[in-house]
């Protein structure tokens, strides 16, 4: 298959500074498109594969799979998009699209595994795929998605992992008004869970360890909050909720939010904290409550989240940096100190030596 060199910024090994190095694309074949990267997210997950925190890291690595650009190529058998569109690439970038789940529609649960933005197997150049800090991306188009064109770009990056790991849930366990949900943990995840929840008509409680982050979670859109480390205020707020959306990676009790459950209430983990998190019997027993997991959302539900998103004006709380600044960044990343997520301007990296 015919390549083409690009400019990108990776790691070579675990301990590595990202630098800039020079990877392959593919040239597009007839269902691909060629995206010229404006923007790409800076993810948790990122730093968690470019220091190999969840193991299994090829490198050379590129991490990036919050990415927006603008279509500079497309093969002759495209037929979604043009040359000129603005356009989107979240974490995968294929599937096998054969099994029950691909067949369904829920091609992030494909049960070969699903073909991630970066760090999985590229069965077109039968080495690892590459991902979004980076000049240029090939990807099929049915793994491509429409940016809506009232939102600006930078801050909508982070949608096409943050969005779309919170809306989700939120949609599979039917949200809506007269619900009252909380979200726990505002981060990059948590910060959309609440803009998301708030805008799809719930009643938004943010529970939080921090008191700096009360005013901040109002900002966003929450009703209330709770502050976790105050017995009294989780006290009085058992057996509030319908559902509550745990945004957090780090370890934390979960029995003391399952409390926080009405009967048959659910709380859908979405944070991937290091260690397990032990979960006592009688925090689910007494009022059938729920333990559930969530992992990012099919095709169909990105562009629907980023359609709401456009209908409703909604993007990321962003700070936008030079892919030179990204090792700064996944240290300030580590401390917690970014409201709420890191984008790359990727024009940074044309301009780079």
């Known amino acids: 298959m015919n390549t083409q060199s690009v400019k990108a910024f990776g790691t070579d090994a675990p301990e590595a500074a990202l630098k800039e190095m020079q990877i392959d694309r593919r040239e597009p074949t007839s269902k691909d498109v060629e995206i010229d990267i404006l923007f790409c997210g800076v993810c948790h997950s990122d730093l968690h594969t470019a220091r190999n925190e969840w193991h299994g890291t090829v490198y050379p690595n590129v991490p990036g799979h919050e990415i927006v650009g603008r279509i500079t190529r497309v093969g002759d058998a495209v037929r979604k998009f043009k040359v000129g569109d603005l356009a ?97 943990g505002i981060g990059g995840l948590g910060h959309m869970g609440v803009k998301l929840a708030k805008a799809m008509g719930a009643h938004v409680v943010v529970i939080t360890t921090s008191t700096s982050k009360i005013e901040d979670a109002k900002r966003l859109g929450a009703d209330e909050v709770i502050l976790s480390t105050d017995p009294e205020q989780m006290s009085a707020n058992a057996n509030t909720l319908h559902f509550v959306l745990d945004c957090v990676s780090a370890e934390h009790d979960v029995n003391a939010y399952l409390k926080l459950l009405k009967v048959d209430g659910t709380l859908a983990l979405v944070g991937a904290p290091e260690h397990p998190l032990p979960i006592a019997a009688f925090s689910l027993i007494p009022a059938r409550k729920n333990f559930a997991g969530s992992t990012i959302g099919s095709i169909q539900e990105t562009q629907e989240m980023l359609d709401f998103c456009g209908e409703n004006g909604i993007t990321a709380d962003v700070e936008v940096i030079n892919i030179q600044d990204i090792n700064e960044a996944y240290e300030r990343l580590l401390k917690g100190d970014i409201k709420y997520r890191f984008v790359i301007d990727m024009a940074s990296l044309k301009t780079s030596s």
């Open 88 to 184: 989107a690439v979240g974490c995968m970038v294929d599937s096998c699209r054969e099994c029950e789940q691909c067949q369904k529609g829920s091609e992030q649960y494909c049960e070969k595994g699903n073909i991630q933005t970066y760090n999985s197997p590229d069965k077109h150049l039968n080495k690892q795929t590459f991902g979004g800090y980076s000049e240029k991306l090939v990807v099929d188009e049915d793994f491509v998605l429409r940016v809506p064109d009232n939102l600006d770009l930078a801050a909508t990056a982070p949608l096409l992992c943050a969005g779309v790991t919170t809306w989700s849930p939120l949609k599979h366990w039917n949200i809506g008004p007269e619900m009252k949900v909380g979200i726990v």
